[in-house]
């Protein structure tokens, strides 16, 4: 079968917006939910390890990731909306199909989800009320090992988007007259597994920013300098083992698993080897910033670690854009398809967004002031 | 068609849509309407300095978070997830018209999680001032987001005067929209507050004073939500499209649910009446359970009916049940439905090559050459495509049980007249030759009329053939 013939038919409708401003949304809000996501990601881990295992700092570790992580799930979450909505709405002719050949274990993210959301909570409400209890480190488990699931899953659908070779597998093997049972996963795509490993290192990295922050800007009150220096020394560790994890699994993806074809289309751009570069290198600024602060972590120091970090997550993120489109560009390309701008809800939504950013300022502002009068009068 | 079928044998995949539409709208209505109970209700603690009133609602607070932030939030993506698996050419077309309504409905969802935390975990930490204002930044936040969705809901129901060429804001301005969005302001504020009810009764179950302020302000709005839930309902149903209603008349079911929901209301309102309004502090455990399960009834058949009048379409005049466009129709009815369908097309292609033209359509004369056997067979296809949005095999709405008894006659005059047989289903979509093939389907899983049911005289089996003189010769094989 021609893979060609699976794709669907263009929407009449038109596209609601041009395809550079869905593309960058999509990226947008991708990286937006990355930064939470991967505190989660490998957070939970770390968290479920020293709660277990952990003995005094790396205890007080577990405890104070736990304590932040209800929140992070919640908006990292919400912030994952966006770049779905705008997948939805640019690349609809791939995204559904890869969905339903997959259905049951796509639906089965939301249920999964569920659960680890709540196992999230309990373990944080047993820290925050000083009862650790074995259900509660049980959740946490079960949590992280979610997590992971659910990782493993997005990997699954998002390469599947762009794999059509395995939509035919997936419908020759899994159809009763034609409808798809949704019982397919990826897993005969040589990219999957280190697509989804590859995530886990650079969540590392991530996390081990967000324990640097937390360490120097959360709670102040009750952090002890003694903490405050094992933590330094600790997120240089983890972002190192994430770094090492992150090139082996992301050599594994480009030189071992990427298609030829793929790998010859995205070279064939000159700018491509900027990006690339850049997107290789750019964690190496963040590592120097640790190790500059590795016997003791400094505010402006912290700062400079947190941008360039998001700045490595954006790189990635454009990257991964950059391939994901060439992939589906090989069988249509969606950017030609026809636009129907929709002016003005669109500048409302502009509109709205940025005052929503400014509210959020407003409440985010309220609180750090009343942080920094609680840190003053201690 | 479009998209490949998901097939999930007995339920059918629409369902699970249905289940998680339900199970989120019980809690996403108390996300709203107890986010404006709250914030109303901490702005009247802190104006009279009750401390112990502010007690007890920062202890709702933290369930209100657990229920909303996590279970609320998930099962709102949840919708998005099953919506993309189960309808997805429906799901396309809506996020086409409403991308932006969705993406400015996501900037309030920011502004609720950021709002609802702060509200929380900063109370007693921020001045009166401020907690209240974020109290009432997420009830607004909370409530535009009620509102943005139902004006996408209510698009399903009724275009309006949208056409495909029209954009997003005559879409969401379709008749619909405004009293649903008075309905569910109601069914907000009505549940929000059975869940306080629920929640004080434990909570405050040895605090009978506390109890009993907080039984009687919580009336106030249930009793304000109950009397929104009546004139948008109302005014909701003299605005339906008539095909809408003819189903509500029509279809028993939705007819006993419409009148259990109205009901359930009432015995709710009266209850309210009599019971925390008039005489506070009354409501025990089992009272609040009691209350709050009707709630749940009425919400619950309060939905199912929005979603079932619907039929035969997911979004009125524009996508049909079976997942085509309306517009396409004519054009499937010509060339054929498995030759439109994308899915269908490359399934008869990989199996039935023999059936395609030199131009690569499929060929009606060639179908039916095929033998009986793959007649039926793509008969399976074409139900797969055409009917298994809403009948299964043989379990819900399942076609075996329906067409018990039926001729193969009777079936074939139902499939090419499926919206006359019932108008809450779509035409056939297909041609002459298709509607043989799938009529061969159903025949092969019709099942047979019940034995021993007679009509007329009786008549004893064995009487009857020693009267015509068969009994002797077959007993003595």
């Avoid at chain 1, 602060?293 to 950059?322: C, D, E, F």
């Amino acid at each position: 079968m021609n893979p060609q013939f699976l794709i669907g038919p263009v929407s009449p409708l038109g596209s609601p917006a041009p395809f550079w401003f869905i593309t960058f949304f999509k990226v947008l809000g991708f990286i937006l939910h990355m930064i939470p996501m991967n505190i989660w990601y490998a957070g939970m881990v770390l968290v479920a390890i020293y709660a277990t295992f952990g003995k005094n700092h790396s205890l007080e570790l577990a405890h104070r990731l736990s304590r932040t992580m209800p929140v992070i799930v919640a908006v990292g979450v919400n912030l994952g909306i966006v770049p779905l909505l705008f997948t939805q709405v640019g690349y609809y002719q791939f995204y559904y199909p890869a969905g339903i050949l997959m259905a049951h274990a796509w639906f089965s993210v939301i249920i999964i989800l569920i659960f680890a959301y709540y196992g999230v909570y309990v373990y944080s409400l047993s820290v925050r009320k000083n009862k650790s209890t074995k259900f509660a480190l049980a959740s946490a488990w079960i949590s992280s090992i979610a997590f992971i699931f659910i990782g493993f899953l997005f990997a699954n659908n998002f390469s599947l988007m762009s794999n059509l070779n395995s939509w035919i597998h997936i419908f020759n093997k899994t159809n009763v007259g034609g409808a798809v049972l949704g019982t397919g996963l990826n897993t005969s795509d040589p990219t999957l597994i280190p697509r989804w490993l590859m995530m886990f290192g650079l969540a590392m990295t991530t996390t081990a920013v967000f324990i640097a922050f937390d360490a120097v800007f959360f709670k102040k009150r009750d952090t002890s300098e003694d903490y405050k220096r094992w933590a330094g020394k600790f997120a240089l560790i983890l972002y190192v083992i994430g770094l090492v994890w992150f090139a082996a699994f992301g050599s594994w993806y480009i030189f071992g698993a990427m298609d030829k074809s793929v790998i010859a289309e995205v070279t064939a751009h000159p700018l491509i080897y900027f990006l690339f570069g850049l997107t290789a290198v750019s964690p190496g600024f963040v590592l120097v910033t640790l190790f500059v602060q590795r016997k003791g972590l400094k505010k402006g120091g912290v700062i400079l670690a947190t941008v360039l970090q998001v700045v490595t997550l954006s790189l990635n993120a454009v990257s991964r854009q950059w391939v994901q489109n060439v992939e589906i560009f090989r069988y249509e390309d969606i950017s030609k398809l026809p636009v129907n701008t929709q002016w003005s809800p669109m500048i409302v939504f502009l509109i709205l967004f940025v005052i929503g950013l400014a509210v959020v300022g407003w409440m985010i502002a309220k609180i750090a002031a009343v942080e920094k009068q609680a840190a003053n009068i201690s | 068609m479009h998209y490949p079928w998901w097939y999930v044998p007995n339920l059918t995949s629409p369902m699970l849509i249905a289940l998680i539409a339900t199970v989120h709208v019980f809690v996403s209505l108390y996300a709203v309407g107890g986010g404006i109970v709250l914030a109303g209700e901490v702005s009247y603690a802190y104006k009279v300095n009750n401390k112990s009133l502010l007690d007890y609602l920062k202890s709702h607070t933290l369930f209100f978070i657990l229920l909303t932030v996590v279970f609320g939030a998930i099962t709102g993506v949840g919708i998005w997830w099953t919506i993309g698996l189960a309808s997805p050419l429906a799901t396309e077309s809506l996020i086409h018209i409403f991308v932006f309504g969705w993406a400015m409905e996501y900037v309030f969802f920011v502004l609720e999680i950021v709002s609802a935390f702060i509200f929380h975990y900063y109370w007693g930490r921020l001045d009166a001032g401020t907690h209240k204002t974020i109290g009432w930044i997420y009830a607004v936040a909370a409530y535009i987001s009620l509102v943005l969705i139902t004006g996408i809901t209510a698009f399903q129901l009724d275009i309006g005067n949208w056409t495909p060429d029209k954009g997003m804001w005559v879409a969401f301005f379709n008749p619909q929209t405004f009293p649903q969005i008075i309905a569910r302001s109601g069914a907000s504020l009505l549940l929000a507050s059975l869940y306080i009810y629920l929640h004080a009764a434990f909570k405050l179950k040895n605090d009978h004073q506390l109890r009993a302020l907080v039984e009687n302000r919580t009336s106030k709005w249930a009793m304000a939500g109950a009397a929104l839930v009546t004139i948008g309902g109302a005014w909701w149903y003299f605005n339906i499209p008539p095909s809408a209603k003819a189903a509500l008349a029509g279809a028993s079911a939705l007819n006993i649910l419409s009148i259990l929901v109205f009901a359930a209301s009432a015995v709710v309102f009266f209850m309210l009446f009599f019971g925390p309004y008039r005489n506070p502090g009354w409501i025990n455990p089992g009272f609040a359970i009691l209350y709050f399960l009707l709630g749940i009834a009425a919400t619950g058949t309060g939905e199912f009916i929005r979603e079932g009048v619907r039929k035969p379409y997911i979004v009125y005049n524009y996508v049909t049940g079976n997942n085509v466009l309306v517009s396409e129709i004519p054009k499937l009815q010509s060339t054929g439905y498995l030759n439109g369908g994308t899915w269908t097309k490359a399934f008869m292609k990989a199996h039935y090559p023999q059936v395609f033209d030199t131009t690569g359509n499929i060929d009606d004369a060639k179908l039916l050459q095929l033998p009986e056997g793959d007649q039926v067979k793509v008969g399976q296809v074409l139900f797969q495509y055409h009917c298994n949005n809403c009948h299964s095999v043989g379990g819900f709405s399942g076609v075996a049980e329906l067409t018990r008894g039926w001729s193969k006659d009777m079936i074939h005059t139902v499939v090419t007249h499926l919206a006359k047989a019932h108008f809450f289903m779509p035409p056939w979509c297909g041609t002459q030759a298709e509607a043989q093939m799938l009529t061969e389907y159903l025949a092969s899983l019709s099942e047979p009329s019940p034995p021993g049911m007679r009509f007329g005289k009786a008549v004893n089996p064995a009487l009857k053939q020693l009267a015509d003189g068969t009994l002797r010769e077959e007993g003595g094989k």
